[in-house]
C-alpha cells in the first residue's frame, strides 16, 4: 500500500507559477513511477508528467516546456508549474504506480486567473 498526500495548490494569475508536492508513505521502495494527472470541470482526466525510478520523465504536450517534475528522494515528487494559463486550471492529482497496481492522492486545487 502506499499513501499519496498532494499539497501546494492554490489561486494563481495567468503566467504565474506554482510547485506541487507530493509526499509518498508506505512502500515507497516499490514504487516504479509517480506522475501527475489532472481533471478540469466537466473533463476527463488527464496525463501530464510522469518520471521513474530511474529518473526518467515524459510530458504532455500542453505543458511541455512549462512543467517540470522532479523527485528528491523515494518519497517527494514535485511538479514545478510556469508560465500558468487559464486552461491548467484543474485539480491535480499525484500517482505512483507499484505494477499492476496505481495508487492515487485525492487532489489539490489549481486555479488560473486571466
Known amino acids: 500500500q502506499v499513501q499519496l498526500v498532494e499539497s501546494g495548490g492554490g489561486l494563481v494569475q495567468a503566467g504565474g507559477s506554482l510547485r506541487l508536492s507530493c509526499a509518498a508513505s508506505g512502500r515507497v521502495f516499490s514504487i516504479d513511477e509517480m506522475g501527475w494527472y489532472r481533471q478540469a470541470p466537466g473533463k476527463q482526466r488527464e496525463w501530464v508528467a510522469v518520471?521513474?525510478?530511474?529518473?526518467?520523465t515524459n510530458y504532455a504536450d500542453s505543458v511541455k516546456g512549462r512543467f517540470t517534475i522532479s523527485r528528491d528522494n523515494a518519497k517527494n515528487v514535485y511538479l514545478q508549474m510556469n508560465s500558468l494559463k487559464p486552461e491548467d486550471t484543474a485539480v491535480y492529482y499525484c500517482?505512483?504506480?507499484?505494477?499492476?497496481?496505481?495508487?492515487w492522492g485525492r487532489g489539490t486545487l489549481v486555479t488560473v486567473s486571466s
Open positions: 500517482n505512483a504506480v507499484i505494477s499492476p497496481l496505481t495508487y
Open positions: 518520471i521513474t525510478s530511474g529518473g526518467s
